[in-house]
């Protein structure tokens, strides 16, 4: 090759000589065996071992290409040699060390060839397969076991073949076989195999104790027969073997308990027997003990807790009577601990444990000084924690972790410390602690600063900046989305002076678009608008808006308030019809839109609906109308100043959305709530005959439910909401008197029910309708009694329903009803029989808000 040309040139022409270089020798090699096979043998002189050496020049040249040209020798030579004369061991040397599927799948086929050979009489013991050969074997399959998934079997499989077969008299297995067999099936299948690794191991013991006798008991060690390498090599492979199995379990009991419980059975049978079998062969250190504490950790338990505080009452009583100066109890050893009550949701315990480590330093123990990961473990184990202590138990950690940080500089807290507390934050926020956004803030600086002074550990991240933006977001208020903006503002200004960490995403800008959401102003919804807009013209995929980008400024106009929202919403609606990629409208978007109109008091919001609605039945758009899309459109028709067509537009829809389940088929949604949003609608117009639309409308549910056309079965609001229709009906008193009885009706249909029961509104519901349709006279008031002995009867007589009675009856007929010498107007609940009211403060399903709990149940 010339001096001018470049290395990579160079390299690739001397690559090609001796590939052409071994072409020629192969070809050569042919020659001879063909002179041969002529009868020219006295001319043209051959030896196996020149055929062993053009095999060994292929490996150097190409190993890939070896298997297959051997191969192609070896049927040659066999036209002129007998196979007992082929130096088949050699020639598995040689392709075991090309370590490629090929070559080991060559390997395994000339060592069965081997097996077979020895089984004939006639075989010459000169050329039977030697552990060497087998180890080969086995070793081919090693090396290539994390590309080949069938590696690890193959392996073993040689292996019992050299244990089992009766013909290899002269070679037994030796620990390098198990080792590598071993090692094979773990790199082939990782902790899947942990088991199987485990039953070999114990093979690996048994079969030693059955050929060199009881260990326990023979003046020799079986290592003392190995003759097979060094007495460091034998105590590598074995310390291998038990480590490596043990490292499989571990990882196996994250969802194999039985891989737990070997792990400990194999350390306590290391702990009682392998000292007397290996003498110094094999070490139980701390790293082995917390191995298994480890598998332990992964099956939290009481028990398995309990065995790992076991193991380490152990490993200290080892250590301080000098039966195992290595079983020391470390800091790992302490967390993995920590680590198992903190996933048994025993976070009590977790923060025991820290403390009794915290004790023990003090006391002169340097092996267990708590670390950063000890102080986060139990920090983050608060912070996931709904523990109305959490917050108050995360401050007392990080004031102490604090103080020990001033004598400790290397533990202080860091990111993953604040990552926990904004977890906290974030979740006091979600619950309604508005100072939790300024906690956040507050944190946010801290870390800054630190950082700025020189603790890398304080560094903050995108997370980071995100869990704070969305702390901000959750806590809501008129400053929301200001200061949400200037956070944003400072991550990217930090970004642009070189902190790479902090480049702004999709992620990040959509929390502060939820912050400037919950603003609620229409400033706030401006800013989201302009906010989109640079994501949508800076054409950075990172910060690519997507469909909640789009969905969170819609709620932003929604929220405002602004007289320009439902035009601003319809249009960034028609701009996400436009696009077709991950901004595209989905359901959560239709319904967020329709939502927003049914809000708003824009007399434009009903068209506006019902164009977005008409888009998606129609099919023009690929998200198909749910039950929450027909509410918000019914809401709209609800709340229209035309009270004339809201009866025709009531039952239209009704009748749509009937046709439009027919046309698809499957309905998978509850429409209840539909048409009960349509009863409340007639309440609200100007039909006057409103008790009969209410049933039209109850009978029309009913029977589209049983049929299976949808699912909308009325429950307690449906019939509460068709009594205060009735409340409303005008006409004649024969008219008001029918309208009572479809009340009465509806009531006896709830009392009546096996699913339904009364609630706090039905009550007051059927008086307001005695008040509007019925005269006092004696037959009317005691209908009026009838219906408080029900009251009384269901225990719901509440505050709201006395009020309601003294506002409208006599006063000598209350005072006939309550059994009291009081006023009717200062009668209070405690002066009434607690039977009366024993089901008002019952939970959610009763409606109004309980004294006793800050639960609303939705009406």
């Known amino acids: 090759s010339g001096g001018g040309g470049g290395g990579s040139s160079s390299s690739s022409t001397v690559q090609d000589t001796m590939y052409h270089n071994a072409n020629q020798m192969t070809h050569i090699l042919k020659r001879i065996i063909e002179e041969n096979l002529n009868g020219n043998s006295s001319c043209v002189y051959f030896h196996p071992a020149m055929a062993e050496t053009v095999c060994l020049y292929w490996r150097q040249v190409s190993p890939m290409h070896c298997p297959v040209k051997t191969l192609d020798i070896l049927q040659h030579v066999r036209s002129i040699v007998q196979d007992e004369d082929i130096p088949y061991n050699n020639i598995i040397s040689i392709l075991a060390k090309c370590r490629n599927r090929h070559a080991a799948l060559a390997v395994e086929g000339i060592l069965w060839k081997m097996i077979e050979l020895q089984q004939q009489p006639q075989h ?29 079997q193959r392996a073993v499989a ?124 094999v070490i139980v250190d701390c790293n082995t003990y917390n191995m298994v504490l480890c598998a332990l950790a992964k099956q939290p338990s009481t028990s398995s807790i309990s065995t790992m505080q076991d193991i380490m009452s152990d490993m200290n009583h ?17 967390n993995t601990l920590i680590k198992a009550h903190v996933k048994n949701g025993d976070n009590k315990s977790a923060q025991a444990t820290l403390y009794k480590m915290l004790q023990l330093y003090d006391r002169g123990n340097d092996h267990v000084r708590p670390d950063s990961l000890s102080w986060n473990l139990v920090i983050e184990a608060h912070a996931e924690s709904a523990h109305e202590k959490a917050a108050h138990n995360i401050s007392i950690i990080l004031d102490k972790m604090h103080d020990f940080g001033k004598k400790h500089p290397d533990v202080q807290p860091d990111k993953v410390t604040m990552s926990s507390v904004l977890k906290i934050l974030v979740r006091k926020a979600s619950n309604g602690k508005k100072h939790a956004g300024k906690q956040a803030v507050q944190i946010l600086d801290r870390m800054i600063e630190a950082h700025q002074k020189g603790n890398r550990l304080m560094k903050p991240d995108r997370v980071i900046f995100s869990s704070v933006i969305n702390c901000i977001a959750k806590c809501g208020g008129k400053d929301a989305g200001s200061v949400a903006i200037r956070i944003l503002n400072r991550m990217q200004n930090m970004y642009k002076d070189g902190d790479l960490d902090l480049r ?58 602004a007289k320009e929202s439902v035009e601003k919403i319809e249009k960034l609606l028609l701009d996400m019809e436009k696009v077709d990629d991950e901004a595209k409208p989905n359901t959560v978007t239709y319904s967020t839109v329709l939502n927003a109109f049914a809000k708003s008091a824009d007399p434009s919001s009903y068209d506006r609906a019902m164009r977005v609605l008409q888009r998606m039945e129609s099919g023009a758009i690929d998200v198909i109308p749910n039950s929450y899309c027909y509410a918000s459109v019914m809401e709209c028709i609800s709340k229209s100043s035309d009270k004339e067509s809201i009866c025709l537009k009531t039952i239209t829809l009704l009748q749509r959305l009937i046709q439009q389940n027919k046309k698809l088929g499957v309905c998978r949604d509850s429409y209840t709530v539909v048409f009960n949003t349509a009863i409340k609608a007639i309440e609200r117009s100007s039909q006057e005959k409103k008790d009969q639309v209410a049933i039209q409308i109850l009978t029309l549910m009913k029977e589209a439910n049983e049929k299976g056309v949808i699912i909308a079965t009325p429950n307690v609001r449906t019939y509460n909401s068709v009594i205060r229709a009735c409340a409303f009906t005008k006409g004649s008193n024969s008219d008001k008197e029918a309208a009572f009885e479809t009340a009465m009706n509806a009531l006896r249909d709830i009392r009546s029910s096996k699913d339904l029961s009364p609630d706090l509104f039905t009550y007051p519901a059927i008086f307001r309708a005695g008040e509007e349709l019925l005269t006092f006279t004696d037959v009317n008031l005691e209908r009026f009694r009838v219906l408080f002995q029900m009251a009384c009867e269901d225990g719901l007589v509440d505050a709201l329903l006395l009020k309601n009675m003294v506002n409208f009856l006599p006063n000598t007929f209350l005072h006939s009803l309550l059994g009291t010498e009081k006023e009717p107007s200062e009668v209070r609940l405690n002066d009434l029989p607690s039977a009366w009211r024993r089901n008002i403060y019952k939970g959610q399903s009763l409606g109004r808000k309980s004294r006793r709990s800050n639960h609303v149940d939705e009406r």
Not at 128 to 138: F, K, L, P
């Open 504 to 561: 702004p995403d999709t992620v990040t800008i959509n929390t502060t678009l939820s912050a400037l959401a919950n603003t609620e102003t229409r400033e706030a919804a401006r800013r989201s608008e302009h906010l989109l807009e640079a994501m949508i013209t800076g054409n950075d995929p990172i910060m690519a808006p997507n469909v909640k980008s789009y969905t969170l400024v819609i709620s932003a106009w929604a929220k405002s308030g």
């Open 158 to 281: 040689i292996l019992n073949r050299l244990r089992d077969d009766t013909t290899t008299i002269f070679v037994k297995p030796n620990i390098l076989s198990f080792s590598m067999a071993l090692t094979a099936l773990l790199r082939a299948e990782g902790c899947r195999a942990a088991l199987q690794a485990e039953d070999l191991l114990q093979e690996f013991l048994s079969f030693y104790r059955h050929e060199n006798g009881d260990w326990t008991t023979s003046s020799s060690s079986p290592v003392e027969n190995f003759r097979d390498g060094s007495a460091l090599q034998q105590q590598e492979h074995i310390q291998r073997m038990f480590d490596n199995v043990l490292e499989a379990l571990c990882q196996r009991a994250e969802v194999d308990p039985e891989a737990a419980e070997r792990a400990v059975r194999m350390l306590r049978y290391m702990e009682s027997a392998t000292h007397d079998l290996f003498g110094e062969m």
């Open 124 to 152: 010459m013991n000169h050329n039977h397969a030697d552990i060497v050969t087998y180890n080969s074997a086995i070793s081919s399959w090693m090396h290539i076991a994390k590309s080949e998934k069938d590696a690890g």
């Open 318 to 334: 080892s250590y301080e009577s000098c039966r195992n100066d290595k079983a020391i109890v470390n800091t790992q050893t302490y």
